[in-house]
Structure formats: structure tokens, C-alpha cells
């Protein structure tokens, strides 16, 4: 438990194989890296029903593995992009979670900077996930992004800065008993491929503000597979 603060200059941390930040069941711990680089294989917040927070402030991440990028594993996850100078890269493909065990809770908050994922990103995969991109915070996912995929889960992304934008496939409610929701009040959702509301379980969107664009994808309201 407690805060580590990493202040990286202009250098790189280098981690060859997982960071884990929240491993032991009932600690807490923060880390706040401010400047440079952190490249690590695999990056996991919030495992072993423990709590694990990360916040860059003018810095980056890179994360290598295939599906290497979780918050929320079997605990507590935060991740913070604290400013427009901060970002992190997902690199390796596969799927990256925000929520991933059932009891789970992973938040991801992009304050500016931007969230890029090679593959698909799940907000709520068999947990809770919450994606909040505020005050011009840019996300670019190359697969899809599900909010909320299994049975019990609750996937919710959240659009309310000037400038946010976020750009994916869209599919919301993946299976019985999962819930995905959407709130943009600002900012530009630009949805590619085929965009599937309801596909098993529940979906709620709520337009107050901004826009949501679709490409040449279909739009299925609701989509049901069997």
C-alpha cells in the first residue's frame, strides 16, 4: 500500500516481462509516473482482490504482449491518463480488459493523452469496466470495443470533454444477462465496421451532447445471434 511516485526524466523503464501494480489481496498501492517512458511485456492493475492504481502525467506507456494490458483483473484496477502530453499503447493485439473476473472493477480515465489498442478492448468483460474519456482525450481501438461481454458484467463508456474522440467497433451488450451503456455528451464517437446493440443482453445509449458517426458498417438495433 501507499504511493510510488516514478519521476523517469527522459529515460525508459524497461520491464521485460509483467508489472503488476495490486498483486496481494487487500493492498492498495499507487504509482504516479511523471516524464519518460514506461515499456513494459504485460501491465496488470488490481489482482488477487487487491487495488491498483497507475497515473501518468507527461508520460507514456507501452505495453508489448498480446492481450497484455488489464485493469481490474481479479480485484481493483484505475489507470489515469492525467494530461494531454500522457498516453498509453497497447501494441500486441488479442484482448485487452478493463473489468476482466466476475466481482471485478476496472476504471480507465483519458483526461487528455490518448488510449491506443492493437485488438479489442473490453469494458466489462466478466466483470465491471468503466472507459470515461473527457477534455479532449483521443482513444483508437483497431478491433471492436464491447461493454459488457459475459453473463453478469457491465461495460459503461463515458464521453463528456470538449474534443473527446474515440474511434472502434461498437458492440454493446454481448451476452444474456450482460449490460453495456454509453453516455456522450460531447466529442465524436466514430464507430467502424458493423455496430450491434443488444446482441444477448442489454444496451443503453444516451446522446445528450456530441455526435456518433458510422462508416459503411450496418448499424443492428437490437442484434440477436441465435
Same mark, same amino acid.
Given at each position: 500500500?501507499?504511493?510510488?511516485?516514478?519521476? &523517469?526524466?527522459?529515460?525508459?523503464?524497461?520491464?521485460?516481462?509483467?508489472?503488476?501494480?495490486?498483486?496481494?489481496?487487500? %493492498?492498495?498501492?499507487?504509482?504516479?509516473?511523471?516524464?519518460?517512458?514506461?515499456?513494459?511485456?504485460?501491465?496488470?492493475?488490481?489482482?488477487?482482490?487487491?487495488?491498483?492504481?497507475?497515473?501518468?502525467?507527461?508520460? %507514456?506507456?507501452?505495453?508489448?504482449?498480446?492481450?497484455? &494490458?488489464?485493469?481490474?483483473?481479479?480485484?481493483?484496477?484505475?489507470?489515469?491518463?492525467?494530461?494531454?502530453?500522457?498516453?498509453?499503447?497497447?501494441? !500486441?493485439?488479442?484482448?485487452?480488459?478493463?473489468?476482466?473476473?466476475?466481482?471485478?472493477?476496472?476504471?480507465?480515465?483519458?483526461?487528455?493523452?490518448?488510449?491506443?489498442?492493437?485488438?479489442? &478492448?473490453?469494458?466489462?468483460?466478466?466483470?465491471?469496466?468503466?472507459?470515461?474519456?473527457?477534455?479532449?482525450?483521443?482513444?483508437?481501438?483497431?478491433?471492436?470495443?464491447?461493454?459488457?461481454?459475459?453473463?453478469?458484467?457491465?461495460?459503461?463508456?463515458?464521453?463528456?470533454?470538449?474534443?473527446?474522440?474515440?474511434?472502434?467497433?461498437?458492440?454493446?451488450?454481448?451476452?444474456?444477462?450482460?449490460?453495456?451503456?454509453?453516455?456522450?455528451?460531447? !466529442?465524436?464517437?466514430?464507430? %467502424?465496421?458493423?455496430?450491434?446493440?443488444?446482441?444477448?443482453? %442489454?444496451?443503453?445509449?444516451?446522446?445528450?451532447?456530441?455526435?456518433?458517426?458510422?462508416?459503411?458498417?450496418?448499424?443492428? &438495433?437490437?442484434?440477436?445471434?441465435?
Amino acid at each position: 500500500s501507499g504511493l510510488v511516485t516514478m519521476n &523517469l526524466g527522459t529515460y525508459t523503464y524497461q520491464q521485460t516481462n509483467a508489472l503488476y501494480i495490486g498483486y496481494t489481496a487487500g %493492498r492498495t498501492p499507487a504509482v504516479l509516473i511523471t516524464n519518460g517512458t514506461l515499456n513494459s511485456k504485460v501491465l496488470q492493475l488490481g489482482a488477487n482482490l487487491s487495488s491498483g492504481e497507475l497515473t501518468l502525467r507527461n508520460a %507514456r506507456a507501452v505495453v508489448t504482449a498480446s492481450g497484455g &494490458l488489464g485493469v481490474g483483473l481479479t480485484g481493483t484496477g484505475r489507470l489515469t491518463i492525467a494530461d494531454s502530453q500522457s498516453s498509453i499503447n497497447a501494441t !500486441g493485439g488479442s484482448n485487452h480488459i478493463i473489468g476482466n473476473s466476475a466481482g471485478s472493477y476496472g476504471a480507465v480515465t483519458v483526461n487528455g493523452g490518448s488510449l491506443n489498442i492493437t485488438g479489442t &478492448l473490453y469494458s466489462g468483460y466478466s466483470g465491471s469496466g468503466l472507459l470515461a474519456i473527457q477534455s479532449g482525450g483521443t482513444n483508437f481501438v483497431t478491433g471492436a470495443i464491447y461493454l459488457g461481454n459475459g453473463a453478469g458484467s457491465l461495460g459503461i463508456l463515458t464521453m463528456d470533454g470538449p474534443g473527446a474522440y474515440a474511434s472502434g467497433g461498437l458492440n454493446m451488450g454481448n451476452s444474456a444477462g450482460s449490460a453495456g451503456e454509453m453516455y456522450l455528451s460531447n !466529442g465524436l464517437f466514430f464507430a %467502424r465496421g458493423e455496430t450491434k446493440f443488444c446482441i444477448d443482453g %442489454r444496451s443503453l445509449m444516451v446522446l445528450s451532447g456530441g455526435s456518433i458517426t458510422q462508416d459503411t458498417g450496418n448499424t443492428y &438495433l437490437p442484434h440477436f445471434t441465435g
